[in-house]
């Protein structure tokens, strides 16, 4: 059963940062880009960030370039996005997703798989 899982989501104020993780398991995820969306409430899923494969090549949404970060760990099966300079704008449930056939960019539709979601909640 594959399954992704995200944690480190929380309450942090404007300005502060937050690290989000997201440990897949139950596949063998070689070939799969991963990446990160969010939805806020009454709003539609919003692209955030994604890392190919190997983990040479990234993507970031416009909103969140230059203050967020995404990385890999192929050994552990892990992505992490590392977010700094938050604002309230970013407040949504954020959201692990694996995906074949990724080269980079931000064309991260057609998801194969997803986590639950985790809550971001940016307090001005």
């Known amino acids: 059963q594959v399954q992704l899982v995200e944690s480190g989501g929380g309450l942090v104020q404007a300005g502060g940062s937050l690290r989000l993780s997201c440990a897949a398991s139950?596949?063998?995820?070689?070939?799969?880009?991963m990446g990160w969306f969010r939805q806020a409430p009454g709003k539609e899923r919003e692209f955030v960030a994604a890392i190919t494969w190997n983990r040479g090549r990234t993507g970031y949404g416009d909103s969140v370039k230059g203050r967020f970060t995404i990385s890999g760990d192929n050994a552990k099966n892990t992505v992490a996005l590392q977010m700094n300079s938050l604002k309230p704008e970013d407040t949504a449930v954020y959201y692990c997703?694996?995906?074949?056939?990724?080269?980079?960019?931000?064309?991260?539709?057609?998801?194969?798989?997803w986590g639950q979601g985790t809550q971001v909640t940016v307090s001005s």
């Open positions: 139950g596949h063998t995820f070689n070939f799969y880009g």
């Open positions: 997703a694996a995906r074949l056939g990724y080269y980079g960019g931000s064309d991260f539709s057609n998801a194969d798989y």
